[in-house]
């Protein structure tokens, strides 16, 4: 064999995995990639202020399991961080504006103040004895809110985690908090069937939002001060800034569970049990849209900044991001396996069953005339 022959066999070999290499890459390029494949519960969830970031809360059941914070990379979907520590599931997390500390609540009444950079725990508090369902921050990151099972509320100073104010809101359980886009009002939730408007720095209550029949689990302030209130009685109800009742949005089928307002404030968004999140527009005060489907119940809701995305959090479907101009999943992943098809096996045919012969009776034998046993005992009476 000559040296020519042998470069030009070894070229096209060498040519082949190249072209191998760069075909399989393109592939895997194209394959879509799901957001973390989490597999988790998740019931809470939040963007950072550039919308770069996505925390979520959630853990392995709703109680007493292990629990979850995981901080995301919403333009990849790719998993940027796990926060260890949470003993419980976590129901509430909230990001900080300068995206430096995220607050997380659990079922076991735990407040973990977590060092983004750090990515560990700076402080764990545990004033709330039982249970702590909500989160928030005000505008400007330099407070945040709690709210446990007992109806309390506490204020507390985001350096240090000096507690500012203890207020003691509702009579029973507070499930959603919200500060107002000016820091001075705080909103909130309770299964008491109320939602109420504080002047948290006085301690005072300012409003009392009366008109949900069952638990009010969600409450959200849209930019312009309008608020909305959402929960076990399958209604939304939207309010103006001083707290009077403007509108009733219904549609949902079963408990709602989570509000968010896009950032023009002219879309609402709603997650609920009954496996729906739903968007309404607000001046119309009508349902715009619905994405899905969902396997389970939808527990979060949350806007992107600049108001083009739409981050859902449950159970069964985990983490969903949505493309609201195109009502788009961004990272579905690649189509769940179908299990193959068994060809259909029919019974086999069985022979006709030939009549069946009785043999003639002997001639002298009679056809039986017994009659029932109680009708012989009443004949020899």
């Known amino acids: 064999m000559s040296r020519q022959t042998c470069f030009s066999r070894f070229s096209k070999a060498v040519l082949s995995v190249v072209l191998f290499t760069i075909l399989s890459a393109a592939i895997l390029a194209a394959e879509p990639v799901a957001i973390g494949k989490h597999n988790r519960w998740v019931t809470s969830l939040a963007f950072s202020a550039d919308g770069s970031r996505l925390v979520t809360g959630g853990g392995e059941s709703l109680q007493y399991r292990p629990g979850d914070v995981k901080l995301w990379d919403a333009k990849t979907g790719a998993l940027v961080a796990s926060l260890d520590g949470a003993t419980t599931n976590v129901w509430s997390v909230a990001l900080a504006p300068d995206g430096k500390t995220i607050v997380s609540s659990g079922y076991d009444g735990k407040v973990i103040v977590w060092d983004v950079a750090e990515k560990k725990p700076r ?65 909130t939730a309770s299964t008491d069937k109320l939602a109420k408007l504080w002047d948290w720095q006085a301690g005072s209550e300012k409003a009392k939002l009366e008109g949900h029949v069952d638990a009010v689990w969600a409450i959200a302030f849209a930019k312009d001060g309008t608020l909305a209130t959402a929960g076990a009685d399958r209604k939304i109800k939207l309010w103006d800034a001083a707290g009077k009742e403007q509108a009733t949005l219904e549609g949902h089928k079963d408990w709602i569970t989570g ?50 995305t739409l981050a859902t959090g449950s159970h069964s479907d985990s983490i969903k991001i949505w493309n609201l101009s195109s009502k788009v999943e961004l990272f579905p992943g690649p189509p769940e396996a179908k299990p193959p098809v ?40």
């Open 123 to 187: 402080t764990t508090l545990d004033k709330h004895k039982s249970w702590c369902r909500a989160v928030a921050f005000t505008p400007d990151g330099k407070q945040f809110a709690t709210g446990g099972e007992d109806g309390s509320v506490i204020v507390w100073e985001t350096d240090g985690t000096k507690e500012l104010k203890t207020i003691k809101a509702h009579a029973a359980a507070v499930y959603s908090l919200a500060f107002s886009p000016d820091g001075t009002t705080l909103a």
């Open 259 to 308: 509000l968010a307002f896009s950032p023009d404030g002219n879309t609402l968004a709603s997650s609920s049990h009954d496996r729906s999140v739903r968007l309404w527009d607000v001046k119309a005060k009508s349902e715009s849209a619905s994405l899905g489907p969902y396997k389970s119940t939808v527990w979060a809701v949350a806007f992107s900044p600049d108001g083009a």
């Open 342 to 381: 068994k060809p259909e096996v029919k019974p086999a045919v069985k022979p006709e069953a030939k009549p069946e012969v009785k043999p003639e009776p002997k001639p002298d034998e009679k056809k039986s005339e017994d009659k029932p046993a109680e009708k012989k005992a009443e004949e020899k009476k």
